[in-house]
C-alpha cells in the first residue's frame, strides 16, 4: 500500500519546467526547493547580465546576483503576484541592492555597455553606424551622461532584450510610457553624439589654425 502511494505521488508529481513562475511561486511557498530552484534557472542569467552591467565587474556581480535569489527565497512567501509578474520583482530586488551597492561605495553608475553596443545600438539609433572602437567609446560617453533610469532602460532592452510590456512592469511604468522614454532616450544619445562631433571639428580647426 505504502509503494503504491509512493509510486503514485511519483506519477503525480509536475514536471516543473511545464508550470508558470506563479505556479511554481505556490510551490516554492510550500516548501518545494524544487520549485525555487527552477525559477533561479529561468533567471539567474538575466539577473546576473542586468547586475553586471550595472556594476561594472564580475565579481560583485556575481555576489550581488547570489544575494537577489537568497532574499528572493527568503522573502518568496510575501510575493503576490498583483499585476507584477515574478521576474519583475526579482529584478526590482536586483535594482534595490544594486543601487545600495553604489551609495556604500559612492561609485559612479556607469553600464560598460560598448560590450553590445556595435550589434545592437546601431540598429536604432538615428544616423549613427557603430563601426570602430572609437565611435563605440563615444556613444558609451554619451550614454554614461544619462539619467539612471535611461540606463536601466537600454540595459533592460538591449542586454536582457525584455519587452517594453516586461520592461513597464519592471519600472513600475506603463508601456506607452517606456516607449516614450526609449525614444527620448535615443534623441538625447544623438543630440549628445551631434555635441561631440561639434567638439571634435572645433578641436580639429584649432589644430590646423596651429600648423
Do not use: C
Not at 141 to 165: C, G, T, W, Y
Amino acid at each position: 500500500m505504502n509503494l503504491r502511494k509512493r509510486l503514485s505521488r511519483t506519477r503525480k508529481a509536475p514536471d516543473l519546467k511545464r508550470l508558470s513562475d506563479n505556479e511554481l511561486v505556490e510551490l516554492a511557498k510550500s516548501g518545494n526547493k524544487d520549485a525555487f530552484g527552477e525559477l533561479y534557472e529561468r533567471y539567474v542569467e538575466k539577473i546576473y547580465n542586468y547586475v553586471y552591467y550595472r556594476t561594472g565587474n564580475h565579481h560583485d556581480a556575481e555576489d550581488l546576483t547570489a544575494r537577489v535569489f537568497f532574499r528572493a527565497m527568503g522573502h518568496v512567501e510575501n510575493y503576490t503576484e498583483r499585476g507584477v509578474p515574478f521576474q519583475a520583482w526579482l529584478y526590482r530586488i536586483a535594482h534595490n541592492l544594486v543601487a545600495n551597492w553604489h551609495r556604500d561605495r559612492g561609485r559612479r553608475k556607469v553600464i560598460p555597455l560598448d560590450e553590445f553596443i556595435a550589434g545592437s545600438l546601431r540598429f536604432d539609433a538615428p544616423d549613427h553606424q557603430v563601426e570602430d572602437k572609437e565611435e563605440r567609446e563615444r556613444l558609451l560617453n554619451a550614454i554614461r551622461r544619462l539619467p539612471e533610469e535611461r540606463q536601466q532602460l537600454l540595459v533592460l532592452k538591449f542586454v536582457d532584450h525584455l519587452s517594453n510590456a516586461e520592461i513597464g512592469a519592471i519600472m513600475d511604468r506603463t508601456e506607452g510610457a517606456i516607449k516614450s522614454l526609449y525614444h527620448r532616450t535615443l534623441l538625447a544619445l544623438r543630440d549628445e553624439l551631434q555635441i561631440q562631433d561639434a567638439g571634435f571639428q572645433v578641436d580639429d580647426t584649432q589644430k590646423e589654425g596651429q600648423g
